[in-house]
């Protein structure tokens, strides 16, 4: 069946270590998107990709660090710059086209801290 | 400035209509989506609106209207499942999505 892989479910940081969220998608989808869900707000997009090897910020990047090496893989590593990384992440991925496309989510990480 | 408008929390009784009201403010608007969040999990798509007026599927319709920035899901014959939140998401001028905080809709028996 064809979707979006999240892993790991559940995935604890210690102070100062830097920790990588896995999305696949066997979607064929050219472009694949990173949000953080807290409590209460809106998705926030942390970064996007529409290509290979090419990715833009979203409204909070920093302290995160993504790459787009394979179409079907966009890792995001959450680094220990980012000082509350305590959030619900979300990987979503979407086909281009001239008009707007729904996007489609994997189930998500939930990163706590330690 | 950017912004998404949606109630905090609704409640209706099993087997009612409810209609949830989202208005927004983007730059270059090009479409306006709602997605169903079940506690815990990811978000699923359910619809989306390009032009004014009524989309209709099955239980669920979504309605937009773009002069008034002004949009609604309307839910008919509630199950208990239904419970769960509702997103409203408008694009920018990027076509990147903007994300209401949700909806959290409680289904009464």
């Known amino acids: 069946d064809g979707g979006i892989t999240q892993s790991p479910k559940y995935l604890f940081r210690k102070e100062g270590q830097n920790v990588t969220l896995s999305c696949e998608q066997n979607?064929?989808?050219?472009?694949m998107y990173w949000y953080r869900q807290d409590p209460g707000q809106g998705l926030r997009l942390i970064y996007y990709s529409q290509i290979v090897n090419d990715f833009q910020k979203g409204d909070i990047a920093e302290g995160y660090s993504v790459s787009r090496e394979k179409k079907e893989s966009f890792p995001l590593t959450v680094t220990s710059a980012q000082k509350n990384p305590t959030a619900f992440y979300l990987c979503?991925?979407?086909?281009?086209?001239?008009?707007?496309?729904?996007?489609?989510f994997g189930d998500g990480t939930r990163l706590s801290i330690l | 400035g950017q912004n998404i408008d949606q109630p905090t929390e609704m409640t209706a009784t099993e087997g009612a209509i409810v209609q949830i009201n989202c208005t927004y403010q983007t730059s270059g608007f090009n479409g306006l989506f709602w997605y169903q969040q079940h506690a815990g999990e990811a978000p699923t798509f359910l619809s989306y609106?390009?032009l004014d007026g009524l989309e209709e599927k099955g239980r669920f319709s979504s309605f937009l209207s773009r002069s008034k920035g002004y949009s609604y899901l309307l839910l008919k014959e509630l199950q208990m499942k239904d419970s769960a939140s509702y997103l409203c998401a408008a694009t920018d001028s990027n076509y990147q999505l903007i994300w209401g905080a949700g909806t959290k809709l409680i289904i009464k028996p």
């Open positions: 609106n390009v």
């Open positions: 979503a991925s979407s086909i281009l086209t001239g008009d707007v496309q729904p996007q489609h």
């Open positions: 979607l064929n989808h050219d472009a």
